[in-house]
C-alpha cells in the first residue's frame, strides 16, 4: 500500500458496503458454479459403514491429514498431547509476545515463520495423500 | 369515492375468510381418500405409503372434490382483484404524486418511530473506513464469514432431509442426491464451501498473525478468532461422519483414537467424543447434535464477540 493515500476515508456505507457486496456477489457466483457442478457430478458416497470391514487405507479429510501423517512418526502419546498444546499456544500466543512492533523487520520475522510452517504443513499433507 | 374502494376491499377480505373457512371445516370433516390408491413410488428411498401425504396428486390436480380448486380460484382471483384495487387507486391518486412517499419508505419510516433503530445504526454506518483498509487481504475473513452463511443455509435445506440414524443416514444422502430437487447441489456447495472455508480462516489467521494484528489492545480478538478457527475444524469433523459410509466411520474411528491416546484424559475424551467405547449410532446422533446445535451456537455467539471488538477497536493501521 502507498503511503501517500493513509489520510484518505470513505464511508462505511455506501461506499464500503458497495465494495463488500461485490465481493460477495463473486463469492455468491462461484458458488452456483459449483452447485451447477454438482448437479452433473455430485460428492457421491462410498460403500455404506461397516464396522466389521476395516479398509486397507484409511484417511482422515485434508485438513487433518498433516497431524495424521505426522502421527506416524512419533510416539502416540506425544503426538496426540502436541496438537492440544499447539492449540492452547494458539490461543494465548498474544499474551505471550506482548512487545509493540516498532519496525517492519519483526513483520518479516513472522512472515517468514509462518511461511515455513505452512510449507511443513503442506508437504506433510502431499505426502500423506500420495503414502 | 374512498368509501366504494374500501367496500370493495373489505368485501374480498371478507370472501377469502368466509372460502378459507370453509375449505378449513372441509379439509377437517371430509373423508381423505386412500393415498395408496393414487400414488406409486418406486424411488430407492423406502418411502412409507401408509405415511404419504400424496402431495403428487394435489400438484396433479387430481382432486375429489370441488372445494379445493373453488377455494383457490377465490382465493388468487381475490389476491388479483386486491391487486387491480391497488392499481385503480394508484391511478386515481396520481395527482397528488408529489406527496407520495414510497411504500418500504413509509414501512421503514413506521417501524424506525417505534424501534428508533437509525439511532442505533447511523453511527455504524456512517464509520468511516480508511483507504488502505480496502485491500484484498483485509477481505479474508469476511470470506469466511460469507462462506459460513452460505454453510447455515444449505446445511438447514439438507436437514430438511437427512436422517440422524445408522440405519437411515446413507439411504438419506442417497434421496438428497438422487430425488431431492437440487439435492445434489446443496450437497456439492456445502461440501466445498467447508472446505473453502477453512482455507479462508487459515488464511485470514496467517494474515492477522504476520502482521501483528493481535497485539494489545486486541488480544481477545485473537482468542475469539482462533475459537471460531477450532469451531470451524470441529464442524468438518462433525460432519464428515454424518454421510455414514465407509470413509466417514473409519476417519472418524481413527480421529476419536487420536483423542483417547492423550495421557490422563484420554479414555474420558474418547468415552465422551464416541458416546461408548466404539462408534456407534450414539457417535452419529451427538456429532450431528454438534454439527447443527451446539457448534453454530458457539459459532454465533463468537463472532459477535469477534465483530463487536473489529468495530470497537477498528482494524489495525500497519506500519
Same mark, same amino acid.
Given at each position: ?6 489520510e484518505?476515508e470513505?464511508?462505511?456505507?455506501p ?7 461485490k ?29 466389521m470391514d476395516?479398509?486397507?487405507h ?70 500423506g495423500e500420495?503414502? | 369515492?374512498k ?8 368485501a ?7 372460502? !378459507? ?8 370433516t ?23 401425504t ?6 396433479? @390436480?387430481?382432486f ?11 382465493l388468487?382471483?381475490? !389476491? $388479483?382483484?386486491?391487486?387491480?384495487? &391497488? ?11 408529489? @406527496? ?21 445504526? #447511523? ?17 479474508? $475473513? &469476511? ?11 444449505? $446445511? ?6 437427512? #436422517?440422524?440414524?445408522?440405519?437411515? !443416514? ?8 438422487? @430425488?431431492?430437487l ?6 456439492m ?16 489467521m496467517l494474515?492477522v498473525?504476520?502482521? $501483528?494484528?493481535? #497485539? ?17 475444524? !470441529?464442524?468438518?469433523?462433525? &460432519? ?6 465407509q470413509?466417514a ?23 465422551f ?11 452419529l ?15 454465533? &455467539? ?18
Open positions: 500500500m502507498s503511503e501517500n493515500n493513509q484518505k470513505v464511508p462505511f456505507y461506499d464500503h458496503v458497495a465494495l463488500e457486496a465481493v460477495a456477489l463473486g463469492v455468491v457466483i462461484l458458488v452456483v458454479i459449483i452447485g451447477v457442478i454438482g448437479l452433473f457430478a455430485p460428492v457421491g458416497l462410498g460403500a455404506s459403514a461397516d464396522a476395516t479398509p486397507l484409511v484417511k482422515p479429510e485434508w485438513y487433518f491429514l498433516a497431524l495424521y501423517q505426522l502421527l506416524r512418526f512419533i510416539p502416540k502419546t506425544i503426538g496426540a498431547t502436541s496438537p492440544v498444546l499447539a492449540v492452547v499456544l494458539l490461543l494465548i500466543w498474544p499474551f505471550l509476545d506482548r512487545k509493540p512492533d516498532t519496525s517492519k523487520k519483526t513483520t518479516k520475522i513472522r512472515f517468514w515463520l509462518s511461511f515455513a510452517a505452512v510449507l511443513v504443513i503442506i508437504a506433510l499433507t502431499i505426502w500420495v503414502s | 369515492m368509501t366504494i374502494y374500501r367496500t370493495i376491499l373489505i374480498a377480505l371478507s370472501l377469502i375468510l368466509v372460502l !378459507a373457512a370453509a375449505a378449513g371445516v372441509h379439509a377437517i371430509a373423508n381423505q381418500p386412500s393415498p395408496t390408491e393414487s400414488i406409486e413410488y418406486s424411488g430407492e428411498f423406502p418411502l412409507e405409503p401408509e405415511k404419504d400424496c402431495i403428487q396428486c394435489h400438484i396433479d @390436480e387430481q375429489t372434490n370441488i372445494w379445493t380448486p373453488l377455494g383457490r380460484l377465490v388468487f382471483g381475490a !389476491a $388479483g382483484l386486491i391487486l387491480l384495487f &391497488g392499481v385503480a387507486r394508484s391511478a386515481s391518486v396520481w395527482r397528488s404524486r408529489s @406527496e407520495w412517499v414510497p411504500i418500504p419508505t413509509r414501512i421503514l419510516a413506521w417501524i424506525d418511530e417505534r424501534y428508533q433503530l437509525s439511532e442505533f445504526m #447511523k453511527p455504524i454506518l456512517a464509520k468511516p473506513v480508511p483507504d488502505w483498509q480496502r485491500r484484498w487481504w483485509y477481505c479474508l $475473513g &469476511g470470506i469466511t464469514f460469507f462462506l459460513f452463511l452460505v454453510q447455515g443455509i444449505t $446445511g438447514i435445506m439438507l436437514a430438511f432431509y437427512y #436422517k440422524p440414524t445408522p440405519t437411515e !443416514a446413507y439411504a438419506s444422502i442417497q434421496f438428497i442426491e438422487n @430425488e431431492v437440487l439435492g445434489s447441489a446443496f450437497r456447495i456445502h461440501h466445498w464451501s467447508a472446505n473453502g472455508m477453512i482455507v479462508m480462516a487459515l488464511a485470514h494474515r498473525f504476520i502482521m $501483528g494484528a493481535y #497485539k494489545s489492545p486486541r488480544e481477545l480478538n485473537w482468542v475469539s478468532g482462533v475459537t471460531l478457527g477450532i469451531m470451524t475444524l !470441529a464442524f468438518g469433523f462433525t &460432519g464428515y461422519l454424518l454421510p455414514w459410509d470413509r466411520y473409519w476417519a472418524t474411528t481413527v480421529g476419536t483414537e487420536i483423542g483417547g491416546s492423550i495421557p490422563i484424559i484420554g479414555d474420558l475424551a474418547l468415552v467424543l464416541r458416546g461408548g467405547w466404539s462408534v456407534t449410532s450414539l457417535t446422533s451427538r456429532f450431528f447434535a454438534a454439527h447443527i446445535l451446539i457448534l453454530p451456537l458457539i459459532t454465533v &455467539g463468537s463472532l459477535g464477540l469477534h465483530f463487536i471488538m473489529i468495530r470497537k477497536q477498528g482494524v489495525m493501521k500497519p506500519l
